[in-house]
């Protein structure tokens, strides 16, 4: 029977206090079974909720990763990371704060780590993924404020581009179209733009060479790879699968290749996704040693009614109440 639906058909994983001991229990399996810890980092962005959720990466995070880290013994760890991606910045905070205590670190993509998710995923030794697991361009996004979505750097900086190219070309013919686009955007969103690229990109880079231990040559062509959204991938969130992660140089291991450790992590990231799913969590941290909290959504909740007088509470006289 498929994974995902025995799950939700098992009559003992009906409450999350139960869905909670299953992870655990499945994280000691896998830690025994590697001889290494694994944390877990995790956040809900693949369901379409009503209210939007701060489910990307970002400096809150830190306390999370400190405390998963905190209790641990030894050189390795292992991180599952299913996140959308968030603030480069924060992925640099988190990357740290890991090499800080830890020599060797492996991450799981059991299904998607995009953005400044992937880019925390380039300072491991090894990345893991299989069949259903993708990776994501690096580009950095800004907030359009124009159409209040968040756009990708590269893809501002090549439309203004375009339209200099095409006013250069057709003169004032081409003003009434472009102008519009122009007069929405202050021009230091230029220089926004390209730096939140370099930094992409400097951080891609130094984290190739020193902790994926490919040569300077490669990383660069790494780099530009990931970060070329336009030109090679045309969405920011198109996924790079593990072929593609291999062929452009990544040192990637194939999950797939074991299949009782591919299951294992395939069921952890299925139990994750059936507790989203059943609760207004939108980011989870977890470990086997006793680290399990997440962040949630407020929970609407009723008027509150309070029936006068209350029972049991008598009114002050008006004496003992008289200032």
Not at 269 to 278: A, H, P, S, V, W
Request: aromatic share 10%; with cysteine; net charge positive.
């Amino acid at each position: 029977m498929p994974t995902y639906h025995d799950l939700l058909t098992d009559e003992t994983l009906k409450t999350p206090q139960e869905l909670f001991t299953r992870r655990v229990h499945l994280i000691q399996e896998i830690e025994k079974k590697t001889e290494r810890p694994l944390i877990i980092y995790a956040s809900d962005f693949l369901k379409l909720r009503h209210v939007p959720s701060p489910n990307g990466i970002d400096d809150s995070d830190i306390l999370g990763f400190s405390d998963l880290i905190k209790n641990l013994k030894g050189e390795n760890l292992d991180v599952l990371i299913h996140s959308p991606g968030g603030l480069a910045e924060s992925a640099e905070r988190i990357v740290n704060l890991l090499r800080a205590k830890f020599e060797e670190i492996r991450y799981f993509i059991p299904h998607s780590a995009y953005s400044a998710a992937t880019l925390i995923t380039l300072s491991g030794d090894k990345i893991l993924m299989d069949a259903r697991s993708a990776l994501g361009p690096i580009d950095p996004q800004i907030f359009d404020t124009f159409t209040g979505k968040y756009v990708p750097s590269q893809a501002v900086l090549e439309g203004f581009k375009k339209a200099r190219k095409t006013m250069e070309k057709e003169g004032y013919k081409a003003m009434p179209v472009y102008l519009p686009l122009l007069s929405k955007y202050d021009f230091t969103i230029f220089e926004i733009c390209e730096n939140a690229i370099k930094l992409s990109k400097q951080l891609a880079l130094e984290w190739l060479i020193r902790y994926m231990k490919i040569d300077k040559k490669k990383a660069a062509k790494i780099a530009n790879y990931f970060l070329s959204t336009q030109k090679t991938h045309f969405s920011h969130r198109r996924g790079i699968n593990i072929e593609k992660a291999k062929e452009v140089g990544l040192k990637v291991e194939d999950l797939s290749k074991d299949s009782e450790l591919s299951e294992k992590i395939w069921t952890l990231y299925c139990l994750l996704d059936i507790f989203f799913d059943r609760t207004l969590a939108y980011k989870t941290f977890e470990n086997s040693r006793g680290v399990s909290w997440s962040r949630f959504l407020p929970s609407p909740q009723p008027p509150l009614q309070i029936q006068l007088p209350l029972p049991g509470i008598q009114p002050p006289s008006p004496e003992k109440s008289a200032m």
